[in-house]
């Protein structure tokens, strides 16, 4: 046998108050957990709970159209690194000419990048990795909108 045995008073009276007492201490966490249970399968299942923790789609910005994309990546990367507004229309003007979209800038040579945006080295080679995550981004924020 398993577990605590119960032992009756020795006194043939039987007393039913203590097995009462007895009873009810055995079952009284047995009853807890049911009810724990029970109260439980009202709530909503983990499935529920895991799509509410999702990002709500009305808290994300649309993603900037096709034609602004090149000027929308440049201008959060010139934001993120405090750069002037004449660096920046400099890059911008310098990638729009070779039609160069922030998908591409993250392929291109760092050098070439440097040459095309008149960037110090630094600079570029932070675009060139900031792009790339940048284009993460917005592809994901396509593909939830979808």
């Given at each position: 046998m398993h577990g605590?045995?119960?032992v009756l008073p020795a006194s043939?009276?039987?007393?039913?108050?203590?097995?009462?007492?007895?009873?009810t201490a055995c079952t009284t966490p047995f009853l807890k957990l049911l009810a724990?249970?029970?109260?439980?399968?009202?709530m909503p299942t983990a499935a529920a709970g895991q799509a509410s923790t999702r990002e709500p789609e009305c808290l994300s910005s649309p993603p900037p159209a096709i034609e602004d994309i090149l000027?929308?990546?440049?201008?959060?990367?010139?934001?993120?690194?405090?750069?002037?507004e004449d660096v920046?229309?400099?890059a911008v003007d310098g990638l729009d000419k070779v039609c160069y979209t922030p998908d591409i800038k993250g392929e291109v040579t760092v050098e070439w990048l440097q040459s095309l945006t008149g960037l110090p080295e630094?600079?570029?080679?932070?675009?060139?990795?900031f792009a790339r995550e940048w284009c993460g981004k917005i592809d994901a924020k396509c593909a939830r909108r979808k």
């Open positions: 605590p045995i119960a043939g009276s039987g007393d039913v108050s203590d097995l009462g007492s007895l009873i724990s249970a029970a109260i439980a399968s009202f000027a929308a990546c440049v201008n959060t990367f010139a934001a993120a690194r405090v750069l002037s920046l229309n400099r630094g600079h570029a080679i932070a675009l060139h990795k």
